[in-house]
């Protein structure tokens, strides 16, 4: 199954900047990719997914602020936050669906991301 790792996480200050990385460990045929987070006593929600074809779609409460993309040359996807907030503070995970003779999701390990002054 391939593997996903994700980058790029860390603490930054409310309206600051940062970028992060998910890299899958082999080239695979994507169906769609897309970032979760979970805040400590709440559920893992969606932020952000593209499709293969690079569609886009975002959460209301990141929207404006976010934007998601991929390499496919480098099997990488990225999202780059940006006005972070304290409330956007979380762990963040990526996902993937694809096709490898049959239907497989895979999820990342997670990434930490603390807004705080």
């Known amino acids: 199954q391939v593997q996903l790792v994700e980058s790029g996480g860390g603490l930054v200050q409310p309206g600051g900047s940062l970028r992060l990385s998910c890299a899958a460990s082999?080239?695979?045929?994507?169906?769609?990719m897309a970032w979760y987070r979970q805040a400590p006593g709440k559920e893992r929600e969606l932020v952000a997914r593209?499709?293969?074809?690079?569609?886009?779609t975002y959460a209301d409460a990141v929207k404006g602020r976010s934007t998601i993309s991929k390499d496919n040359t480098k099997n990488t996807m990225y999202l780059q936050m940006n006005s972070l907030k304290p409330t956007d503070t979380a762990v963040y995970y990526c996902?993937?669906?694809?096709?490898?003779?049959?239907?497989?999701?895979?999820w990342g390990q997670g990434t930490q991301v603390t807004v705080s002054a």
């Open positions: 593209i499709s293969r074809f690079g569609s886009t």
């Open positions: 996902r993937v669906e694809y096709n490898d003779n049959g239907y497989f999701t895979a």
């Open positions: 082999e080239s695979i045929s994507i169906i769609s």
